[in-house]
């Protein structure tokens, strides 16, 4: 069974820094696809980043002109998101989600045609 946990969400103050983890069980890098997805309240859930090891890194628009990176650490079967200088605006649920390939332009949300899903970690960005 497929299993991934975000962890890291956090109260933090504009400007700073955070990294969320997402913990895969049940798979491995070697098959599948990792990508960050975030939520604002109110508005349509967006793709961040995804890693998979056929394609690399692929970026979305959500990932804000390199605020965001991702990573990913095969030992721990854990994929970071790394955020830098959050904004009020940052303020979301992110998620991570896996499948066999990251999706491309044409895959909306809000499943992005990802298969598996974590149940998010909420990060709250105060001025």
């Known amino acids: 069974e497929v299993q991934l946990v975000e962890s890291g969400g956090a109260d933090v103050q504009a400007g700073e820094s955070l990294r969320l983890s997402c913990a895969a069980s049940?798979?491995?890098?070697?098959?599948?696809?990792i990508g960050w997805f975030r939520q604002v309240p109110g508005k349509e859930r967006e793709g961040l980043l995804c890693i998979g090891r056929d394609t690399g890194i692929t970026t979305y628009p959500g990932s804000l002109k390199g605020r965001f990176t991702i990573s990913s650490d095969a030992d721990k079967n854990t994929v970071y998101l790394q955020m830098r200088n959050l904004q009020p605006e940052d303020t979301a649920v992110y998620t991570c989600?896996?499948?066999?390939?990251?999706?491309?332009?044409?895959?909306?949300?809000?499943?992005?045609?990802?298969?598996?899903w974590g149940g998010g970690t909420l990060v709250s960005v105060f001025s």
């Open positions: 049940g798979l491995t890098f070697d098959d599948y696809a």
């Open positions: 989600a896996a499948h066999l390939k990251c999706p491309t332009p044409l895959q909306e949300p809000p499943y992005f045609g990802m298969a598996y």
